[in-house]
């Protein structure tokens, strides 16, 4: 008899756990995969990437035909909102790609273990009552809402919500107060402002996006300001009062002064989110957390317990679903015998708000403070393709080392960025310098030939400015 119930379980069916499930069955190992949703896919695929993605194209058109954006080419249309279909449709891209999943388990076959697991020991869990051995458990737990002192989330109240609350609105609110400026309050901001809300953020910091690049979130500013979003920055919430189905958000300036109320139909908390590690047993195992709560690994995305492994949201790193199956791939190669290798500094991150904000590597700022850099800007107004479209705003960014001339960075604000930084991804794979990029020939008319002269501005010969 094996010695094992499994060669590899996983803890946690999202990107990062079903990923390295599946690539684990494919070589050879006898897998298993707990998961305690009703539906495999985690965050991402049930209440995170996916869901807020149909949203916000949905609500992308619907602000086209509202905004005058279609009008000015010739389309004269006058919206209806038909929010029950809006959200229908929302709901059926989950289900759809939740489902495909399952088939995926059942095709490789991986034993989805219902349940949420528990450590017994370094190769023993707890799911659903009974127990299971394996040789290796990947903890890929994800990660949740940090949640904001003395503000209560309830989101079936629909008052005070998180990203969750905030993509079942079941109406368009008259007034939304977004608390925290980064990904998930200018996504879900923008689309709840889309369908008629005023929307307004209220972020700590100086400026939105933090870790993004600075021209970017500076830009970033002004856009989301002529979209229709008020912005209070380096203001502070207080306290919020729910009453009668409504809130009032009591915040101030972060380095103190006068208190200001904002009446709001919904708020939604976006200040972050934390590893999930509650409840799993780690004391059994001996692993402890670092400061910020997650599981540290090695390269190979081993921990310090033998057998035990870690991967996504729960270990340090970008929190993001491609960073996370990528990880799984490594770590199910890494399991099986062969070599699984993540390169952190080359991870793309993209906010779908329109237009798209994206980049890839270090920012300029980050890239000054380990040496001598060049960079150069190319705005999108004057990209031919972008200028037809009618999507003046934007610009891509290049920043190269001075010496070398490698590309240690990309930030692109346009309508397709987070298409147009997939290139720049895999030539910095490569160890791309920006000459390379200047002379690869790119398609007329398209928005990526913004990154070409971008880079041929390093060379000092851009074409188009
Ligand atoms: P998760 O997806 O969080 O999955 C972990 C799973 O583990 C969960 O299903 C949980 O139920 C399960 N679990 C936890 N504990 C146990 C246990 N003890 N036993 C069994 N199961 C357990 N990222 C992007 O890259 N692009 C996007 O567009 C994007 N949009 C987002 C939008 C929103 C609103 C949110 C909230 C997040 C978004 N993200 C996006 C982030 C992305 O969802 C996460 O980075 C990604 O899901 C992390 O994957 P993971 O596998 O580490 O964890
Ligand atoms: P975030 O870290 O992106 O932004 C949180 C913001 O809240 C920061 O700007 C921070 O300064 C601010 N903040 C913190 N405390 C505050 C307070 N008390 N008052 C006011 N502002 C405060 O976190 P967010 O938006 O919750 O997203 C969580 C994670 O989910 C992100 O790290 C991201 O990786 C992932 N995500 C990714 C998406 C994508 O890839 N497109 C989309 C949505 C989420």
């Known amino acids: 008899m094996?010695?094992?119930?499994?060669?590899l379980l996983v803890i946690g069916a999202g990107p990062g756990g079903y990923v390295a499930a599946i690539r684990g069955a494919q070589l050879g190992l006898k897998t298993a995969c707990a998961e305690g949703r009703e539906t495999l896919g985690g965050t991402c695929l049930n209440v995170g990437c996916i869901p807020s993605k149909a949203l916000l194209?949905?609500?992308?058109?619907?602000?086209?035909?509202?905004?005058?954006?279609?009008?000015?080419?010739?389309?004269?249309?006058?919206?209806?909102?038909d929010l029950d279909t809006m959200q229908g449709q929302r709901k059926d891209a989950v289900k759809g790609l939740t489902g495909g999943i399952e088939f995926l388990f059942k095709k490789n076959k991986v034993?989805?273990?219902?349940?949420?697991?528990?450590?017994?020991?370094?190769?023993?869990?707890?799911?659903?009552?009974?127990?299971?051995?394996?040789?290796?458990?990947?903890?890929a737990t994800g990660s949740s809402v940090t949640p904001l002192p003395g503000v209560e989330v309830d989101n079936a109240g629909g008052v005070v919500v998180d990203s969750t609350g905030a993509l079942e609105l079941g109406k368009v609110p008259g007034k939304m107060v977004v608390i925290g400026g980064g990904v998930i309050g200018l996504e879900l901001g923008s689309v709840w402002r889309r369908l008629g809300a005023e929307v307004t953020v209220v972020e700590y910091l100086d400026q939105l996006l933090p870790g993004m690049d600075g021209d970017v979130r500076k830009e970033a500013g002004k856009i989301f300001k002529k979209q229709g979003m008020t912005l209070k920055l380096k203001t502070k919430v207080t306290g919020v009062e729910v009453k009668d189905g409504a809130a009032k958000v009591t915040v101030e300036p972060a380095a103190g002064g006068d208190a200001e109320v904002l009446d709001a139909d919904v708020v939604l908390v976006a200040i972050g989110r934390k590893p999930n590690t509650d409840g799993l047993g780690l004391d059994k195992i001996g692993l402890e957390l670092n400061q910020r709560g997650q599981i540290e690994t090695d390269h190979d995305f081993g921990t310090k317990v033998e057998g035990v492994w870690a991967i996504g949201d729960v270990i340090p790193g970008p929190m993001l679903a491609h960073k996370a199956e990528d990880e799984g791939i490594a770590v199910a190669e890494n399991i099986a015998g062969l070599?699984?290798?993540?390169?952190?500094?080359?991870?793309?991150?993209?906010v779908y708000t329109q237009p798209e904000i994206a980049g890839v590597g270090l920012t300029?700022?980050?890239?000054?403070?380990?040496?001598?850099?060049?960079?150069?800007?190319f705005p999108?107004?004057?990209?031919?393709?972008?200028?037809?479209?009618?999507?003046?705003?934007g610009f891509v960014k290049v920043i190269a080392d001075a010496e070398t001339d490698r590309v240690l960075g990309v930030w692109c604000i346009a309508s397709v960025a987070g298409t147009m930084i997939a290139q720049v991804a895999q030539a910095m794979e490569f160890g791309a310098t920006s000459e390379d990029i200047a002379y690869t020939c790119h398609a007329h008319p398209t928005h990526s030939e913004a990154i070409k002269e971008a880079a041929m501005g390093i060379q000092g010969k851009p074409i188009h400015t």
């Open 111 to 139: 034993d989805w273990l219902k349940g949420y697991a528990q450590f017994k020991d370094a190769h023993t869990v707890e799911v659903n009552g009974e127990t299971k051995t394996a040789k290796n458990i990947v903890i």
């Open 57 to 81: 194209h949905a609500s992308e058109y619907f602000d086209a035909a509202a905004n005058g954006a279609m009008a000015s080419m010739g389309i004269k249309v006058t919206p209806e909102l």
């Open 2 to 7: 094996a010695e094992y119930d499994y060669d």
């Open 380 to 393: 999108m107004m004057a990209n031919s393709r972008a200028k037809t479209n009618h999507e003046p705003d």
């Open 339 to 350: 070599t699984g290798i993540v390169n952190h500094d080359v991870i793309p991150s993209v």
């Open 364 to 377: 300029e700022e980050a890239a000054k403070e380990k040496g001598k850099v060049k960079t150069s800007k």
